[in-house]
């Protein structure tokens, strides 16, 4: 089974790397980038087979470890 | 007074960190992370600065859930002194000891220079042997200082008198120019500036010296 983590700034988090990467693709010619947000998507092959407890057990890991959610919030998706 | 320096693989400020305790007179022994408890005896443990496992995931988070890291969180939440510096910083953050987070700077670089500080609060173990509001230049080196929290958790720092330094001329974009904090027991200190590098006349500054003085003497009367 796999799981699939999004981890994104949370809405209002000032992200400076986004901001450089909509300012570089301005220079370079495209136009009509409002914004830009950076975040991680964070892939797991996981040994369990039950799909309830796999998506558990991933949340878990966001909150102790793959996400800080002093700044960051996380989706899980499981395939 | 005892202290024990830790370090994770990627720690470069260890044995500066070291040095300062030393040089302040206290016995300092090293541990290594893998450690899962600390040596008999500690009063106050020192996180130094570096890029511990290479800033992987968020500056801090793994060296935060290393095996020595729940000894950390167990000895402060004892009432156990611990001073975080730079990576030691974010270690604290990733913790949960200190509030708040540290992101980005916000022009994207990497900074290496003296800074001006002005001491906040004289409030703490840590602060004591510094005057109200002094200004004091201590070397910041780090990509990710821009100190961030809440609204709520700012009013709180400010209320409770948990600002320890303040830039003077905010060189990282960081919340209310917040250089430095401190736990609600003032025990806990994570600062972004270097005071180790700034402990004896050879490395170009003196203004840290008084911070470790200040502990030590602390820790002696305690």
Redesign the interface.
């Known amino acids: 089974m796999k799981a699939r983590v999004h981890v994104m700034l949370k809405d209002g988090?000032?992200d400076?790397?986004g901001e450089?990467v909509r300012a570089a693709l301005g220079h370079m010619g495209f136009s009509g980038v409002e914004a830009v947000r950076q975040g991680k998507v964070i892939e797991l092959d996981l040994a369990a087979t039950d799909t309830a407890a796999a998506e558990a057990e991933v949340k878990a890991m966001c909150e102790?470890?793959?996400a800080?959610t002093?700044?960051e919030k996380y989706t899980v998706e499981i395939a | 007074m005892k202290a024990a320096v830790i370090t994770f693989p990627g720690s470069n400020c260890d044995r500066d960190l070291f040095d300062a305790f030393a040089k302040a007179g206290d016995e300092v022994v090293k541990v290594w992370h893998k450690e899962t408890e600390l040596p008999a005896g500690i009063d106050v443990i020192g996180i130094p600065g570096g890029f511990s496992f290479g800033d992987y995931?968020?500056c801090g988070?793994i060296a935060s859930?290393s095996p020595i890291g729940q000894a950390v969180v167990d000895f402060a939440q004892r009432g156990g002194y611990v001073l975080g510096v730079c990576n030691g910083f974010q270690v604290l953050?990733?913790m949960g000891l200190l509030?708040?987070?540290l992101?980005?700077?916000?022009?994207?670089k990497f900074i290496s220079k003296p800074v001006a500080l002005t001491v906040t609060t004289t409030d703490s173990a840590f602060t004591s042997g510094y005057g109200p509001g002094q200004e004091i230049v201590i070397p910041i080196a780090h990509a990710e200082g821009?100190y961030?929290i809440d609204a709520e958790g700012l009013k709180q720092l400010r209320g409770e008198d948990r600002v320890a330094f303040r830039y003077v001329e905010n060189p990282n974009?960081a919340t209310d120019d917040i250089a430095g904090v401190l736990s609600a027991n003032r025990r806990v200190l994570g600062m972004m500036p270097h005071p180790e590098r700034v402990v004896e006349p050879a490395q170009g500054g003196t203004d840290g010296a008084a911070l470790f003085r200040a502990l030590s003497s602390v820790m002696a009367l305690a």
């Open positions: 988090v000032l400076p790397q450089a102790k470890l793959l800080n002093v700044i | 995931l968020r988070a859930r953050t990733e509030p708040g987070a992101m980005r700077n916000a022009g994207l821009n961030q974009g």
